[in-house]
């Protein structure tokens, strides 16, 4: 289900778990790396999953990710970049 890399950092770890439960996904938190992929491979996420993990965000982080954002790709990319974007442009 994840990728082998380094382990997630406090904040991966806390992204990790968001998603997990926020989306009901039968995966162990503890299996998920910060290089794991979080659409397609990875944790399979579709593009309905990505709007509800943005919605997810935005609720407890204030971070504003748009459907139509060319950065997408590269923020969805794994979630360690996930986590790396949230942490920046995260308002609570």
Do not use: W
């Not at 382990?7 to 794991?36: C, K, M, S, W, Y």
């Not at 971070?63 to 920046?88: C, E, G, K, M, T």
């Amino acid at each position: 289900m994840s990728e082998t890399g380094a382990p997630a950092n406090e904040f991966e770890r806390e992204l990790a778990a968001l998603i997990v439960q926020g989306l009901n996904l039968p995966v162990d938190i503890a299996t998920i790396h910060g290089d794991t992929a979080l659409y397609g491979e990875g944790l399979g996420l579709d593009s309905i999953d990505i709007l509800e993990l943005a919605l997810l965000v935005s609720k407890r982080y204030g971070v504003q990710i748009r459907a139509d954002d060319q950065q997408n790709q590269q923020i969805f990319r794994s979630l360690r970049h996930f986590a790396d974007y949230v942490a920046v442009k995260r308002t609570r």
